[in-house]
Nanobody, 124 residues
Framework: QVQLVESGGGSVQAGGSLRLSCAAS????????MAWFRRAPGKEREFVAG????????RYADSVKGRFTISRDNAQNTMYLQMNSLKPENTAVYSC?????????????????WGQGPQVTVSI
């Protein structure tokens, strides 16, 4: 089993920044790609960004390209999401996810483990 614990959520004004962290523990030797998803009130869960296990390849949702940066530190078993120029429409619960395949995908069904997710609230 793998456990994922996120931190770093909170409230910020539009234009501000937040950094989310996702610490993995457990049987992570089989872990491969990781990703961030979010779910806004009344909406479906959506893909935000994904990263391969090596960190050599990333992908982003069009809505966050140029503003969000996903990264990971495998020595610390931790993944990050740096969010800049935040907008009110970015308000959501953000969750990290891990899968046992090499490449991240945008569908949540492709992930084996999930964190609980911190709330991110962006005000005008």
């Amino acid at each position: 089993q793998v456990q994922l614990v996120e931190s770093g959520g909170g409230s910020v004004q539009a234009g501000g920044s937040l950094r989310l962290s996702c610490a993995a523990s457990g049987r992570i030797f089989s872990a491969k790609a990781m990703a961030w998803f979010r779910r806004a009130p009344g909406k479906e869960r959506e893909f935000v960004a994904g990263i391969t296990w090596s960190g050599s390849s990333t992908r982003y949702a069009d809505s966050v390209k140029g503003r969000f940066t996903i990264s990971r530190d495998n020595a610390q078993n931790t993944m990050y999401l740096q969010m800049n120029s935040l907008k009110p429409e970015n308000t959501a619960v953000y969750s990290c996810a891990l899968r046992t395949l090499r490449v991240p995908q945008s569908l949540p069904t492709g992930y084996d483990y999930w964190g609980q997710g911190p709330q991110v609230t962006v005000s005008i």
